[in-house]
């Protein structure tokens, strides 16, 4: 399953706040062996939240969406994930009785309004203020502020998608290579060397040469240990048949030798 991160608010649009959660959450993610495969940044539209939970929905994805699920006006994630999953929203009695319990006769008349969840939904807990985020299927809704989201998204991982951890997370061989080589003279390496090694993910990122700094293509494989390992090597053995070709490695894990 491909899991993708939906981060809501206009306030990163505009600039007034600095998103934290995308680089956490690839950290979360690793730390269990998986990975992002996709983020996406949207104001608060709820047309607009909608149509991007419609596009994962579509494809089957985990989606981990952090904002826009308060009581405010503001706030229409809990409405757009609604018009995504054509549902109703409706109060959820758990949900109120928790927010209840911690804020007595002060929960009425608003803060109840975080109760009102798409119907069906279950429940994040929220080990902060108790103030439970929600699911719907695969796609998960949890507060922006990241004291909050960050534990609730590892609940989310952990209670919901054990059976997508890994024993060890991905590795990536990573190694520069300078010389007069250009992408499109290694381009048949490139392909050679993924055709051979299916699962491999290859990354090429050129930089190009000036008075200062040879022409240099930066490149990166990774997937399991064994057969990035093996892919790494397979394209360094290709790059002997380029005269003036010089290698640097970049990046642990050891050196595939």
Known sequence: MHIGLL????????????DKHLARVIELLRARGME?????FVGDDEADIADALRWAIARGDVVLSCGGIGATPDDRTRQAAARAFAVPIERHAEAEAIIVGQYGAAARPNRVLMA??????GLIPNPVNRVAGFYCGDCHFVPGFPEMAWPMLEWVLDTRYPQLHRGSPPVEYRLRVLGSSGEGDL???MEDTLARHPGIKLSSLPFRGDATRQRQIEFGFKGEAAP?????????????????VQIEWLHEPPRPD
């Open 7 to 18: 981060i809501v608010g206009d306030e990163i649009l505009s600039g007034k706040r600095q």
């Open 36 to 40: 992002l495969s996709w983020a996406r």
């Open 116 to 121: 009102d969840f798409p119907r069906g939904a």
């Open 187 to 189: 381009l048949p390496l």
């Open 228 to 244: 990035a390992a093996a892919a790494c090597r397979h394209f360094r053995e290709g790059l002997r048949a380029f005269d003036g």
